[in-house]
T-cell receptor, first 111, second 110 residues
């Protein structure tokens, strides 16, 4: 079982604010992922990283950015939050055989 | 067409029933197959994974992959109300990110 943490769990913020969603894992996994998921809807891959200093955009166009300076840490940043960014953001890291382990998620509400 | 197709349901069954959840995929390079369970407002949790064709059993859960027909199945025996969740299938070639199905919402009624 992977240990993967996300903070904050819930965030309510005003339009135009800069926010950073934190994700960290203690398994030493090289590959990490960010997904966006609206309630009852499918997962959308927005960013991924295959290791330190490696970041790629996913299938869903996103105004967020990510960085990977340390193996265990993969933060996601929104420079200027908008109501359209309201969603749940899920972080995952990859273990054996391509299996991904998810964090508990951050539920973001932009007013 | 998505690379992994999954009927979103919802699927409602009585307690004790055998549940069959299914996905199809189109990428012949896929060789890793997984099932995730996601409770409401939680992150998905890995339930089963298999490599290549065949069956894998874990308690009440059986995952089945048929690469010839590109068909993935999850069977739940003696279903319980606690099994009520959304089940997502996922596949990968190993060189690219996992591709997830849309998820099937399951309700087990006591």
């Amino acid at each position: 079982e992977a240990d993967i943490y996300q903070t904050p769990r819930y965030l309510v913020i005003g339009t135009g604010k800069k926010i950073t969603l934190e994700c960290s894992q203690t398994m030493g996994h090289d590959k990490m992922y960010w997904y966006q998921q609206d309630p009852g809807m499918e997962l959308h891959l927005i960013h991924y990283s295959y290791g330190v200093n490696s970041t790629e955009k996913g299938d869903l166009s996103s105004e967020s950015t990510v960085s990977r300076i340390r193996t265990e840490h993969f933060p996601l940043t929104l420079e200027s939050a908008r109501p359209s960014h309201t969603s749940q953001y899920l972080c995952a890291s990859e273990g054996q055989l391509g299996s991904q382990y998810f964090g508990p998620g951050t539920r973001l509400l932009v007013l | 067409q998505k690379e992994v197709e999954q009927d979103p349901g919802p699927l409602s069954v009585p307690e004790g029933a055998i549940v069959s959840l299914n996905c199809t995929y189109s990428n012949s390079a896929f060789q890793y197959f997984m099932w995730y369970r996601q409770y409401s407002r939680k992150g998905p949790e890995l339930l089963m994974y298999t490599y290549s064709s065949g069956n894998k059993e874990d308690g009440r859960f059986t995952a089945q992959v048929d690469k010839s027909s590109k068909y993935i199945s999850l069977f739940i025996r003696d279903s319980q109300p606690s099994d009520s969740a959304t089940y997502l299938c996922a596949s990968s070639s190993g060189n690219t990110p996992l591709v997830f199905g849309k998820g099937t919402r399951l309700s087990v009624i006591a």
